[in-house]
Structure formats: C-alpha cells, structure tokens
C-alpha cells in the first residue's frame, strides 16, 4: 500500500512492504526496495534486553504502535515463531507500543 493511501476513515496508513490487510499479523520491517526478494524484520530489545519480534494484530495498532510510516509485512500467524527463530529473536510481542524515539511517525 503506498503511503499516499488512506484507510476508510481518512487516517493515513504504513506503507506495506509485503503481504496484504488480509494477512493475521503485522511485523515491522525495514523500507525495501521494489524488486527487493527478502526484507529484514525489525528487532527490539526489550527492558530485560532480550531480542523481541514484534507483531500488530491490526494495521491500526501497527499505526498506533510503531507510527503511520512505519513499513510492515503481514504474516499468518502460523508463520510467526519460524520467522522469530530465523530472525534471532528471543520472545515474541504483540501489540506493544514503542517508545517515542523508535516511531516513525509523519512530519508534522
């Protein structure tokens, strides 16, 4: 979805890296290029520094969480825990909103 896209409601919405709305989770991702064939998901450490995967159950709380910037893939749910192990990731996270100096929210 390219960022100039707005949800029904008029909110602007991530821009999609891979995937579709109709997937079950949303991960944040690094921005890829178009003909890009893998991207790399977006680690976090967490307060006891273990290595975090985070995903949204929702692109509305991918927005909320991460800001309307932030590039995503949506997954099956089926699909999480293999992409957590191949990533490196410790734990698994949903719905956790990041400190404001990881957002990346429009300008205003």
């Known amino acids: 979805m390219p960022p100039e896209e707005y949800a029904t409601d008029g ?9 579709d709305e109709g997937a079950e989770l949303f ?13 790399q998901l977006e680690l976090r450490h967490t307060t006891e520094n273990a290595l975090a995967l ?3 159950t929702s692109l509305e709380r991918l927005v909320e969480g991460c800001g309307d910037q932030q590039p995503w893939i949506s997954v099956p749910s089926a699909e999480v825990q ?3 192990e191949q990533a490196g990731a410790q734990v698994i996270l949903q719905d956790v909103p990041l400190p404001d100096d990881q957002r990346q929210d429009s300008p205003e």
Not at 11 to 19: E, F, K, Y
């Open 11 to 19: 909110a602007a919405v991530a821009p999609a890296v891979l995937g």
């Open 27 to 39: 991960i944040p991702c690094a921005r890829a290029a178009p003909h890009d064939q893998e991207v």
């Open 54 to 56: 985070v995903t949204y």
């Open 82 to 84: 293999q992409l957590a």
